[in-house]
């Protein structure tokens, strides 16, 4: 028995494993911010103690120990920067491939899922990983020391406290209203950017339709709308954070001036000694740089915010696992009962949505071959989606040997799935590795055996490298009817027991029709179930059952010989 991978939401349990991380880093950033004092008090010594006794040897001795804290620091410090990359990176280990997973869910525009398609969570990872790694997130660790510094300068004079406090209370509120003002604008920015990503992978993808259609330019143009779109939108949080930010520092450096003002006031009263003066400027300085550095940073923390957030919200969304049970490998009885497929819900769901399926029913045992034809949007493609498990019904089920397709891990069942889209791509790899899906212990004389049931063995031998053909969106030895090929050979491998093959020979010549039908046979020789959605006869020429579809509905279902015979049957007529 398996238990399911999710128990939770893996994102934030993630994030609570690194705890322990978070917890030393909090130590080191306490070492850090207590030996930030040896400055101002190297300062206080140096003109309180050493300038007034003249002692050389006092000097040189404050001097070393100065020397052996400032190397402290900076180990310290380089511990805690190893410490959060390394934490960023422990992160992307366990919840990456998880990421991945849901931008792949997300591609499945049709499934039921509550994962926005535009949704890009390897992204937002990214961004979240950058920020751990980066030197805004120490900001938040040297935060809660401001109060030890302003204790400090309390105890040296309280009016230098209060001038002190009160300037930290204008840095914090800036801080504040700058959160306030930006965060809707960051929001704003990063979702326009994703749509713009996404209209930039679509357009590269029928980057030869837009040529040969004249539609490139108006695409840079479209582009260039929502791109300067995006830009104008975080473009007005970037100026109102840059303003902040350059308030906060001329403001800083004001405040400090006016500590050494005040206390040179103090010191002429004889209420502090001059190297308190120095001393208190210092600390100051080192009370607001953290305010001062979150402020700098605001914009890369409202992006790894608004990616935080995204994140918990898809993983806490994401279904858990249920346990499932090693079936073992089906032998072909494939059931289908009452099966309906609603239109997919838009952002306003109507309740009483179109139905694209409506209550299709049919058995199919080992070796039988169904061809399912109909008129365009009868409800072929969606029929072929839901018998392979890419989309879940509304209602009814899809039985496998009894078993619903549920029941098995998405790659347990794989193992036992061909599927030959629409439209096939082949993944950037070799030719051998996309026919074997990729796996890493495929072997060879299964790829070739798969590569001869779709004839296309000769023509990998025909090229440079044959199986080691290099294949990816730039470099494409083959044209549109061989990649089909190629994706038969990939739906046949390792001898499947559902096979559904959705409009095959679209780009296939009388060659590639053969040896279809010839790939159909095979299979069904081997005792799988081989499923066909056509618009040309020629794709059904080797099964023995057809499947009717009309607008959504099963019309006929039978021996092929019955359903397509359209032969007029004599009519008795009476003897007169």
Known sequence: MRDGRNSGNAYLGALRGLRGTFVLVALFSAAINVLMLTGPVYMLQVYDRVLSSGSGATLLGLFGIVIVLYGFLGVYDFLRARLLSRAAIRLDTEVGEEAFRFSLRAGLIGDRTRIDPRA????????????????????????????????????????????????????TGAALLNQFLVQGSIHDAMTIEGAERALLEQARGESETLHALGMRERMVARWREMHDTALATGQTGSDRSEGFSAFSKSFRLLLQSSLL???????????????????????????LAPVDQVIGQWRAIGRAREAHHRLS?????????????DLPAPEGHLQVRSLTRLVPAGPEADARRPRILDRVSFA???????????????????????????????????RLDGATLDQWTPAALGRHIGYLPQSVQMLPGSVGQNIARFDPEARDRDIIEAAR??????????????????????????????????????????????????????NLDADGDEALTRAIRRMRDLGSVVVVMAHRPSAIAAVNKVLLLHQGRVAKFGDRDEVLDTKPRPVAVAAQ
């Open 313 to 325: 919200e898809m993983f806490r969304e994401a279904p858990a696992d249920k346990p499932r049970v």
């Open 261 to 287: 003002t005040l206390g040179a006031l103090l010191a002429l009263r004889q209420e502090i000694s001059p190297g308190m003066i120095i001393a208190t400027s210092i600390i100051a300085g080192r009370a």
């Open 364 to 398: 199919l045992s080992p070796g039988d071959g169904l061809g399912v034809i109909g008129n365009s949007a009868a409800g072929k493609s969606t029929l072929a989606r839901l018998l392979v498990g890419v989309w879940t019904a509304d209602a009814g089920e899809v």
């Open 453 to 506: 049931i779709a004839g296309v063995h000769e023509m990998i031998l025909g090229l440079s490298d044959g199986y080691a053909t290099h294949m990816d969106r730039t470099v494409n030895p083959f044209s549109v009817g061989q990649v089909q090929r190629l994706g038969l050979a990939r739906a046949v491998y390792g001898a499947p027991r559902l096979i559904v093959l959705d409009e095959p020979n679209s």
């Open 120 to 171: 890009q969570p390897v992204r937002d990872l990214d961004l979240v990983r950058g920020f751990m790694s980066s030197p805004a997130i120490t900001g938040f660790f040297d935060l809660p020391w401001i109060p030890l510094f302003l204790g400090l300068i309390f105890l040296i004079h309280p009016w230098l406290g209060w001038l002190t406090l009160a300037g930290a209370g204008v840095v």
